[in-house]
Structures are given as structure tokens and as C-alpha cells.
């Protein structure tokens, strides 16, 4: 295989040469064929990240694919960072190719073999982070990658779009303060994700500065999901002192609060507010239309393909960009009864 980029140090014979391989191995490893043992495909690898090669495809360049991956998509949530993503892509004449694939923290093992043979100019992932070895094999394939990441806090190395977590935490939990609420409880997301975390703890430094303690009674973890929010919400409306108001860490959480009020008897917002996160397009729609807290899902897919791009023609780019939450008010908020309302905290 003849290579005319400039800048290359070293040639695949030369890799095939020090690796103790034939030049069709190589090839294969390039290629992300799987016929290559572990032990083989770590050799060739580690030199040709050593050696800094990098490939440029004439498919890639006839047909240039950008690479989506989630470990869901069963989410309007989703099709929000969809959007953005292909709103971009589609302005630098390119094609997304959606993958499902692993957990909320990582792909699956098996998922890098794929996105080699199918050779993307960049990914966009909705993960937490990367495993080392998976970084190592994108960066010997020249194929340079971004996380969508409102769910954890990534390594500084990795290059990732978040949002403000934690101002978003405050900002619903004040509002609901400033209507005079006192009882106000949260569901927010699975207790292992970092930004169910930073949500909560907006949450307590909002009740702080109000000088309002957090009971610890009215906190629980969700799944970001209808149901898991209706179940947990049911919990909180059925104590003996229920919350006044609940922050649920997702819109799609906050509709499940909705419907528990409902099966509780309890009207929205007349004996009970509540505030979602994320405003995606039903929050307008629901009954009542949902106060939530805006995050940006589609500039943040559209800024992680502009970071992609430049990371693509090694521009500079910086490696974390965090986005501006919002608070929405809609029609889901109300101060709490008259006879649930405590007297305001001294001082």
C-alpha cells in the first residue's frame, strides 16, 4: 500500500517489518478485520501509535460518516442530540450512522471492531468516558472522537460537550423556594451517574441559601425514565408530611410525577409543583404544560460535531465545553396551599 500524506514517518511495510508480521496482517488490523490474534493486533497497534500513522481513506473521503453512539435510544431525550448531530453533519456534507451499543458508562466490548470496519471520519458518543484501550485503537486509526457527556465528568483527555448540572439544580430548586415552598423533595437520576449527583447537590445548596435544611426523607433516585419516576414519586406523595413539590432530575421522570399526583388526587400545581430537566418538546404539551429546566441537547450534539470536525483537520479545540442551563416556567408551578405553608425560616 502506497501512502502519499505527508508527514509520515514510517511505511506499513516498515510497521509489518517490527511487528515480525506480513503487510496483509497489518492491512487486516487496519481494517478492523477480526481474524488477527489479540497478541498480533496489540503489536501492530502499539507501533503504529507509536509511529503516529495516520490513514486517510479514499472512501472516507467519497462518503464521510460520522458516527453516533448511545446505549439507548428510546428517548425523545435522544432524538434531541440526534437533531443536532445531523444538523451538522448534513452542513459538512456528511452522513450519521446511529449505534446502539453497551451501558450508560462505556460501549460494549465489541462495538470498536465494528466502527473500524465501517471507518467513520469521527465519533460522537453519549457515554461517560472511554476505556484506554478503546482511545488507543481510534488514535492509531486517525478516527478522532467527542463525548456528549450531561452524565459524567470525563477525563481531561477527552474531548467532550456537557452542560451545567449543578446551576440547573439550583435554579429549579429556587424557584420552587421563591414560590414558598419549604417541603420540597427530589428524584433525580441513577445514584452511579455524575450528573444525577451534580443535580442533587444544586438541589441542597439551593435549600442552603435559603437557609432551609435538606431532609434526606425526601430524596430519591430515579432512572430518568416515566416509570421509574412515577414509582418513586408515589413513595414521596404518600408520607404522612408529602412534599409540596418535587424536582424531578428529567422531564421524562417529571411526567411520571404528573401522572402519580393524578392517581394520589392531587392537582397540578394547585396541591403540588413540579419542575422536570431537560425541556424536550412534550414538557410544552403535557397537562399541565412542565416547568423545567432548558438543557441544550441539540447545540450540544451541533457543538460536538463542530469539535469533532476541528479535531478532524487539527485545528486547536478545546477539550471540555460546558453549555448554560435555563430555567422554563410554565404552568406545572403554583405556590403550595395556604395551609401547607410554614412559617418562613428565621433570619
Known amino acids: 500500500m502506497r501512502d502519499d500524506e505527508e508527514g509520515r514517518r514510517i511505511t506499513l511495510a ?62 425523545v431525550w435522544s432524538m434531541e442530540l440526534i437533531r443536532g448531530v445531523e444538523n451538522l453533519a448534513k452542513a459538512h456534507q456528511a452522513s450519521v450512522v446511529l449505534t446502539e451499543s453497551g451501558t450508560r458508562h462505556a460501549p460494549a466490548d465489541d462495538w470498536i471492531e465494528g466502527v473500524l470496519q465501517r471507518r467513520p471520519i469521527g465519533v460522537v458518543l453519549v457515554f461517560s468516558s472511554l476505556p484506554d484501550a478503546v482511545k488507543q485503537r481510534l488514535a492509531a486509526r486517525s478516527i478522532p472522537f467527542v463525548i456528549i457527556d450531561p452524565a459524567g465528568d470525563p477525563e481531561p483527555d477527552v474531548p467532550s460537550v456537557g452542560s451545567a448540572n449543578w446551576a440547573g439544580g439550583v435554579a429549579a430548586t429556587r424557584h420552587l423556594v421563591d414560590l414558598g415552598h419549604r417541603r420540597i423533595a427530589i428524584v433525580t437520576g441513577p445514584e452511579d451517574v455524575l450528573c444525577s449527583l451534580a443535580r442533587l447537590d444544586g438541589y441542597r445548596s439551593a435549600l442552603n441559601m435559603a437557609g432551609l435544611e435538606a431532609d434526606p426523607g425526601l430524596v430519591r433516585f430515579g ?14 406523595l404518600r408520607l404522612p408530611d408529602r412534599p409540596t413539590a418535587i424536582f424531578a432530575g428529567s422531564d421524562l421522570q417529571a411526567f411520571g410525577v404528573l401522572e402519580a399526583a393524578r392517581v394520589c388526587g392531587l392537582r397540578v400545581p394547585e396541591d403540588l409543583s413540579v419542575v422536570g430537566y431537560d425541556d424536550v418538546m412534550p414538557a410544552r404539551w403535557s397537562s399541565p404544560a412542565l416547568t423545567t429546566v432548558h438543557q441544550p441537547l441539540r447545540q ?16 486547536p479545540a478545546v477539550t471540555r465545553l460546558e453549555l448554560a442551563t435555563s430555567l422554563v416556567v410554565r404552568n406545572s408551578t403554583a405556590p403550595p396551599p395556604a395551609a401547607a405553608e410554614p412559617s418562613a425560616p428565621a433570619g
Open 14 to 75: 516498515e510497521v509489518a517489518r517490527q511487528a515480525g508480521v506480513s503487510l496483509s496482517t497489518v492491512s487486516k488490523v487496519l481494517n478492523g478485520r477480526q481474524d488477527v490474534s489479540p497478541g498480533t493486533r496489540e503489536r501492530v497497534e502499539a507501533l503504529l501509535e507509536a509511529h503516529s500513522y495516520r490513514r486517510t481513506t479514499r472512501a472516507a473521503r467519497e462518503a464521510p460518516l460520522i458516527e453516533l453512539v448511545f446505549h439507548e435510544l428510546d428517548s
Open 223 to 236: 432512572d430518568f425514565h416515566v416509570d421509574g419516576g412515577y414509582a418513586r414519586a408515589l413513595e414521596l
Open 300 to 315: 450540544m450534539g451541533e457543538e460536538a460535531v463542530q469539535m469533532l470536525l476541528r479535531l478532524r483537520a487539527g485545528e
